[in-house]
């Protein structure tokens, strides 16, 4: 395919979230450092995502609501690229929409938030949290304590949890942190506790097959894409979208990729744990390969597994 000529102007496609934007302007900022002579602007729109609030993600389409407007304002012309979480995108991706850059990994931990003033949790009260993922793993931290969802932006949410609707909040530190909200985390669970949702912590950079990108050049964190690449492939094997209790974290140590992955069975509610280690080269083959293994493993498994 012909590529198009790289324009003067830059426009950003994204959601109109605050997080969002900040998440943009990272990008932006990039990018104008590295070419102060582009003009470079932000698009914001409300997603359908954004819009629907009164149910659960599983319930109205996962997550690809969070991308539908985007995509076709990149389509149509209206923005030259996208910027995502990465954990929100779907694990299927227009080949005319190609994935372009993974940024340098924030902080990809779940973590704690109690209401401003508070120190412990009221056991009286549930823990909001926007996953199954997140629920189920929850579930053998604070067996005693009911969890209920709660859907909205992150101030949305800390507002409904300082209201007194609930006793903590489980969120993603990399928001927290990306937006100063830092001092608001009371506890940080480790990947052992919370396996991480594949791509928490990472921002993806999208954009479309016809145009070059040439200013985006150097933004592409390595370590992040290799890691970011066996997360998605390992769900993608298993089906898994934005709300599927399915959940992969990869950590690059020198040559090689250890990649750990959560395997959910709905038909008696067990989940699994397991690991692979290889070449990072052969990224998106070690997601692909632990995802077969576990889901062999465990269509055969009578006993195994944590029931929930």
């Not at 070419?35 to 996962?62: Q, W, Y």
């Not at 800390?158 to 608001?184: F, V």
Request: proline share 4%; with cysteine; net charge neutral.
């Amino acid at each position: 395919m012909v590529k198009t000529e790289v324009q003067n102007k830059v426009i950003i496609g994204s959601r109109e979230s605050r997080l969002a934007v900040l998440q943009s302007e990272m990008v932006r900022d990039y990018i104008k450092t590295q070419h102060p002579e582009l003009d470079v602007e932000i698009l914001t729109m409300k997603t359908t995502g954004d819009k629907i609030l009164d149910r659960t993600l599983d319930k109205v389409g996962g997550k690809g609501l969070f991308v539908k407007e985007l995509d076709k304002a990149l389509l149509e012309g209206r923005t030259m690229l996208s910027v995502h979480s990465l954990k929100d995108m779907p694990m299927e991706v227009p080949g005319e929409l190609p994935l372009l850059a993974f940024s340098k990994r924030e902080d990809p931990r779940d973590v704690l938030v109690l209401p401003e003033g508070v120190s412990e949790l009221d056991l009286t009260k549930p823990l909001g949290c926007s996953s199954l993922r997140r629920t189920l793993q929850l579930k053998e931290l604070y067996p005693e304590m009911e969890v209920k969802s709660i859907r909205g932006n992150l101030q949305t949410r800390l507002r409904k949890l300082d209201n007194g609707e609930y006793s903590g909040l489980i969120l993603a530190a990399a928001g927290l942190k990306r937006l100063g909200l830092e001092n608001r985390i009371c506890r940080y669970f480790s990947e052992d506790e919370i396996l991480p949702a594949a791509g928490q912590g990472i921002l993806a950079v999208q954009g479309r097959q016809d145009l070059t990108y040439d200013y985006l050049e150097g933004y592409r964190d390595e370590k992040t894409w290799f890691a970011g690449s066996a997360e998605r492939a390992f769900v993608k094997y298993l089906n898994g979208g934005c709300s599927s209790p399915v959940a992969a974290y990869g950590v690059v140590e020198g040559d090689e990729l250890f990649l750990r992955g959560l395997y959910y069975r709905e038909c008696d509610g067990r989940y699994f744990k397991d690991s692979i280690r290889g070449p990072k080269s052969e990224a998106e083959k070690l997601g692909r390969d632990l995802a077969k293994r576990m889901q062999d493993m465990y269509e055969n498994d009578k006993t195994g597994g944590t029931s929930l």
